[in-house]
Nanobody, 115 residues
Framework: QVQLVESGGGLVQAGGSLRLSCAASGIRFSFYAMNWYRQAPGKEREAVAGISTGGATNYADSVMGRFAISRDNAKNTVYLQMNSLKPEDTAVYYC?????????WGQGTQVTVSS
């Protein structure tokens, strides 16, 4: 079975930091592009950050300069370092693995940023 297990979410004050982790199993992790999405209540799911198999990264404009995605292929894990958090970052954050037409999603982890 394919499993993406997220951790690291929680409550944080505005201006604070969190690091999310997503540990993958059941896939050849190094073959997959990894992405973080988020979904706030009443909003559509939004792409936040991505990292290619070669380490190229991309970010939503709203998080650029504040968030950093990274991957550790030896640990089959992708990370999202979130700094300078804002209340509008509050959402459920989801990890996604993608290789061609194959897409796998994590269960989501709640991030709440208080003002």
């Amino acid at each position: 079975q394919v499993q993406l297990v997220e951790s690291g979410g929680g409550l944080v004050q505005a201006g604070g930091s969190l690091r999310l982790s997503c540990a993958a199993s059941g896939i050849r992790f190094s073959f997959y592009a990894m992405n973080w999405y988020r979904q706030a209540p009443g909003k559509e799911r939004e792409a936040v950050a991505g990292i290619s198999t070669g380490g190229a990264t991309n970010y939503a404009d709203s998080v650029m300069g504040r968030f950093a995605i990274s991957r550790d292929n030896a640990k089959n894990t992708v990370y999202l370092q979130m700094n300078s958090l804002k209340p509008e970052d509050t959402a459920v954050y989801y990890c996604k693995a993608q290789f061609g037409g194959a897409h796998y999603w994590g269960q989501g982890t709640q991030v709440t940023v208080s003002s």
